[in-house]
């Protein structure tokens, strides 16, 4: 079984630069999730897809960052304009559905540098 | 602000020594799950403690839940270099979304 995907794995940017991610999770799984992970801290959700509609996105800063998941499969997370603190591994994870007790799968994660 | 505290956040061990981990929430929780993350890697799924005072084993590893349901531990027994990597505790506390709050993990050191 395919996991969860994700491109580019490295991205080096000049902060106020764009950039963006892509994730394409496992087949058939309903939720996908965008988490940030800075070094030496634990992952932090950022935004929480139900198939195509956003269910939690309150830890998303909406003045840079967006994501979509438009046909309810693959998802894009965007930042624009990037700032140093950004850097971070963006993790992108599904899970078969949302709710309590289920099992996340995260992909291998798109490491940002913002320089 | 943090929702879930991880103790210790390093540790450094010498092969064949026992290791240990604790996660503590100040919220009673509907279950915790674990996960482990290599040097590099991304995290992956360990284990689910849904029941009060429950305890799992995996092979060296054991998993406990606290009886209030705020705290959980694990445990390596003759810790291996296979075992290096950071643990995360990962809280759920009961929303209908199932969301997860991460503790801030605990980086596992082995020397051989």
């Known amino acids: 079984e395919a996991g969860v995907a994700q491109s580019p794995r490295y991205k080096i940017i000049e902060k106020r630069q764009s950039v963006a991610f892509w994730c394409n999770p496992i087949?058939?799984?309903?939720?996908l999730y965008w988490y940030q992970q800075i070094l030496g801290q634990g992952p932090k959700l950022l935004i929480q897809?139900?198939?195509?509609?956003?269910?939690?996105d309150s830890q998303l800063p909406k003045d840079r960052f967006s994501a979509e998941r438009l046909k309810g499969v693959d998802s894009t997370l965007k930042i624009q304009p990037a700032k140093l603190e950004d850097s971070a591994v963006y993790l992108c994870?599904?899970?078969?559905?949302?709710?309590?007790?289920?099992?996340?799968?995260f992909g291998e994660g798109s490491w940002l540098t913002v320089v | 602000g943090q929702q879930v505290m991880q103790i210790p956040q390093y540790q450094h061990v010498q092969e064949g020594e026992d290791f240990t981990t604790y996660c503590n929430s100040s919220t009673t929780l509907s279950n915790i799950q674990w996960y482990k993350q290599r040097p590099g890697g991304h995290p992956v799924f360990l284990i689910q403690?849904?029941?009060?005072?429950e305890v799992k084993k995996q092979k060296r590893l054991t998993f406990q839940f606290g009886e209030a349901k705020k705290n959980s531990s694990l445990h390596i027994t003759a810790t291996q270099t296979t075992d290096v990597g950071t643990y995360f505790c990962a809280a759920d506390r009961g929303s209908t979304l199932g969301r997860l709050y991460f503790g801030r993990g605990t980086q596992l050191t082995v020397w051989p």
């Open positions: 403690l849904v029941k009060s005072g």
């Open positions: 994870a599904s899970s078969l559905k949302t709710g309590a007790g289920n099992t996340i799968y």
């Open positions: 897809f139900q198939n195509n509609g956003v269910v939690d």
């Open positions: 087949s058939g799984h309903a939720t």
